[in-house]
């Protein structure tokens, strides 16, 4: 408990500042679409068993996993209810930096992994500070849970194998071997077959929802025009009636009967262990918290399952070909648990999931991207794009460290030590290869580096190996303080729009003014609101830009709002509001004077004018 006492401090602290300021935030760009699709993903749970069919909302949402989102959503719906006067879009914003500082937790009991406590606490410090990630989280729903899920997911699941395979003697794995070689021929035989005939008998209920739907499909079709068919002369008034309603209840009806024979083909499986092999209880209760948070995170982006890619090969080096059996447990209560939390999977599982991965692998988006001064297509950005963003929107000491804390590393595994070997090796796959793959294979990105933020975390692990060349805890704590104080100094001055952040090595945000993407999800929009609130007259007939939605949320009630998105226009507009992203704040009503500007650092987020 003493050692944890910084991060507990830390924590406290986060939180406090999070409450603070938590109505400083504006709304983000897709948050209300997206809670569109997980309001759609909410409602599947009542409709696919009532009709067997699942909303989706037609805008590429539903091949991003809904779990986090939906979470969100009941959780924001519940305590307006109780708060009215709460801002939903406030509630929201709460939840996602809570799920920051529980990643923040999770890197933490990483890092004393491989290195002391000081050091891991200065790393998970470093990590916490950085301006991007902490701007990110109170607007951000997809790639800062993606990313504390993502640290979530390896911690559990280092710390599932070394309760399997760690230094009990003997170990869960060991014991519940032995307890399995005791049992008579017959009960192992029973158990076996028992367990396959349930594993096959998922993979079709569940895994052939899509060909069972077709051939329903098919069936009533060719009895609905066929006189003499078996079905016809069952339901001979299904020839009188729209073929889809029967479609329609004969599928729910094997809905309901799968549910019933899955519900007690699990229930023998289990009285079946628990009677004859009580001991792989334990086993499952090892793996059980490991694979649920994976299948969550893989329910959030479909990278996450490279945490479980990550565990796996983290299993198999350290314990061989033992693991198998309990990866295979792993990944199965992994892709259960991603398959209740994902309704657009159920019509089909299979054929949705390998679409998803097709999708999500090429971030399919039309837009320009601003890079170095130059557009680009999203699809075709240089090799140069991932490394120079890397190195200008993280604060300055981090590489520094980083670059000292990979020679400690390298010394140390050319020393054949235990901590700098697994965290080289872990860095090489969570970072370096997927870093590679950016630079060479150059898929399609945008928004800066956002949807990448998952392969962060080893650049501050190894940073932090840096903090133990100062062996006085003193002089340890003073470099500590003084390598968090950047992101410190440029959070306090960006707020709240710390995401916007390049550090001093390119000038800060004023030298990245055109040639970089700075506020690009228009959360300046509330602080734009705020303003027009006070000096609009009433009833303002008020003209916004962009994404109007973002400003609608927090203006008065009494403005007339219309916007390239709506058809009617005015005849005159009392307050012109107006994004800096693609040159909106030079282009739109140019001729009217700009009486407020929302800036920080020089940099122009929205404009309003009065013509």
């Known amino acids: 408990m003493k050692q944890q006492l910084p991060l507990n401090i830390l924590l ?17 760009w897709d948050e209300m679409k997206l809670y569109d699709y997980a309001a759609d993903s909410l409602e599947a749970y009542g409709t696919w068993l009532q009709h067997g069919t699942v909303p989706v909302t037609g805008d590429r949402f539903e091949n991003y996993g809904p779990f986090f989102v939906m979470l969100t959503r009941i959780v924001t719906k519940a305590f307006t209810q109780i708060f009215p006067a709460v801002q939903e879009v406030d509630v929201q914003h709460f939840v996602y930096f809570l799920t920051f500082l529980l990643g923040v937790w999770a890197f933490y009991q990483l890092a004393i992994r491989w290195m002391s406590y000081n050091a891991a606490f200065g790393a998970t410090l470093l990590f916490a500070t950085q301006p991007v990630l902490w701007g990110h989280a109170f ?66 209920l569940f895994g052939g929802t899509n060909l069972l739907h077709q051939w329903i499909d098919g069936l009533v079709r060719e009895a609905a025009q066929a006189e003499g068919s078996w079905l016809t002369q069952l339901i001979p008034r299904i020839q009188r009636v729209a073929p889809e309603i029967y479609v329609e209840r004969f599928f729910v009806l094997f809905l309901r009967v799968r549910s019933i024979v899955f519900l007690l083909a699990t229930g023998i499986l289990i009285w079946l262990y628990h009677r004859y092999f009580p001991a792989a209880l334990r086993l499952l209760e090892s793996i059980l918290p490991a694979g649920i948070i994976l299948g969550l995170t893989v329910s959030i982006r479909i990278f996450g399952v490279w945490a479980g890619v990550l565990v796996a090969g983290y299993m198999v080096w350290k314990s061989g070909l033992k693991a198998w059996l309990a990866l295979t447990i792993y990944a199965g209560i992994a ?35 601003l890079f170095n001064g130059t557009e680009y297509p999203a699809s075709d950005l240089p090799a140069s794009y991932m490394p120079l963003l890397l190195a200008i929107q993280l604060t300055e000491p981090v590489w520094v460290l980083f670059f000292v804390g990979f020679a400690m590393a390298v010394f140390g595994f050319i020393r054949k030590q235990r ?23 150059r898929p399609t990105l945008y928004d800066n580096f956002r949807q990448t933020f998952f392969i962060l975390p080893p650049i501050f692990l190894i940073a932090g190996l840096a903090f133990d060349l100062v062996q006085r805890p003193l002089l340890q704590g003073a470099l500590i303080a003084l390598v968090a104080l950047p992101g410190l100094i440029a959070s306090a001055s960006l707020h709240p729009y710390e995401y916007v952040y390049y550090n001093q090595f390119i000038g800060g945000v004023r030298e990245a003014v055109d040639r970089f993407e700075l506020e690009y999800w228009a959360t300046s929009y509330r602080e734009a609101a705020r303003e027009a609130n006070r000096i609009a007259p009433a009833n303002a007939n008020v003209w916004v830009d962009g994404p ?63 013509p």
Not at 335 to 361: K, R
Not at 419 to 441: D, G, H, S
Not at 561 to 583: F, G, K, M
């Open 12 to 28: 406290v602290l986060a939180l406090l500042i999070g409450l603070l300021t938590l109505n400083d935030y504006g709304e983000s």
């Open 139 to 204: 607007i951000n729903p997809k790639d800062i849970p993606l990313l504390s899920l993502f640290l979530l997911s390896l911690y559990l699941g280092m710390r599932m194998h070394d309760s399997l395979f760690g230094r009990e003697v003997p170990t869960v794995i060991e014991s519940t071997s032995a307890v399995w070689h005791q049992l008579s021929p017959q009960s192992r035989r029973l158990l076996f077959t028992t367990t396959i005939f349930w594993l096959a008998l998922l993979f079709i």
């Open 335 to 369: 892709i259960l648990a991603m398959y209740l939390t994902w309704p657009y999977l159920w019509p089909d599982p299979i054929g949705h999931f390998w679409e998803t991965v097709g999708i999500m692998s090429q971030h399919p988006w039309p837009g320009m991207v």
């Open 419 to 441: 901590e700098p070997r697994e965290l080289l090796a872990c860095t090489l796959v969570w970072f370096i290869l997927p870093l590679a793959t950016f630079v060479i294979l």
């Open 548 to 610: 109007a939605h973002l400003f609608n949320r927090f203006a008065r009630p009494d403005f007339h709002i219309y916007s390239p998105q709506e058809p009617e226009r005015a005849n005159h507009y009392d307050v012109v509001v107006t994004l800096a992203r693609y040159d909106l704040e030079k282009t739109s009503f140019p001729a009217a004077p700009i009486v407020y500007r929302v800036t920080r650092e020089g940099a122009v987020f929205a404009v309003i004018r009065q």
